[in-house]
């Protein structure tokens, strides 16, 4: 299989559970939700996302003919040389499991990185996943039921998405995250007010934003 990838670089996780942890992220192009071009915005299932996944001409970007040909491009991008360390990849896009596959996941874990993933839960992931968070969009379907984090965009469309219909899924962490937008200041307190009456869900914020970071 041929790894189509935007973009793979070093930086810290900025949402969610795993917030402020170093990771190499590698984000894979393409989509089902969106074309990622702005004249199919308007109809698209997904019409808020603010990430380029178009292409693969991003820093560390390419096509990877095997998946040890992708892990290896992963590992160059992590710094750290000192023992003890634990390697942390997120496999984000677009929709990483339109590519992420077995081979790979089993390559990532052969260098001995753990393997996180940020998908729209539209498909199933692949066995081996160290750390599943689902983000669903929409209208989209959660196939994906089960995982360690469901971070939902808040608030979204009336009657699309809404917190209380994953209540029943099985995650173990539940977040609200604040719709970015020129209305991002009242759609945080919009988070918060929810999580405040809702105690079940927790706050997330986009912390490489806040701080200016990729």
Known sequence: MTYSV???????????AQTGRPAVFLR?????????????RSEAICRFCDTEFVGTDGPGGGKFETAEELAK???SKWPITESGQCPY???TGGEPLL?????A???LHEIGFEVGIESNGTIPAPSGIDWLCVS????AEVVQRTGHELKLVYPQVEK???PEYFETLRFEQFFLQPLYNDDVEENTQLAIDYCLRHPRWKLSLQTHKIIGID
């Open 160 to 162: 699309e998405a809404q």
């Open 73 to 75: 491009a992963v590992a």
């Open 28 to 40: 894979f192009a393409g989509c089902n939700l969106w074309s990622g071009r702005e004249q199919h």
């Open 89 to 91: 990849v997120v496999c």
């Open 136 to 139: 669903p969009k929409g209208s």
């Open 105 to 107: 996941v089993a390559a």
């Open 6 to 16: 935007k973009e793979i670089y070093y930086t810290l996780q900025g949402e969610g």
């Open 99 to 103: 590519q992420l596959d077995e081979d």
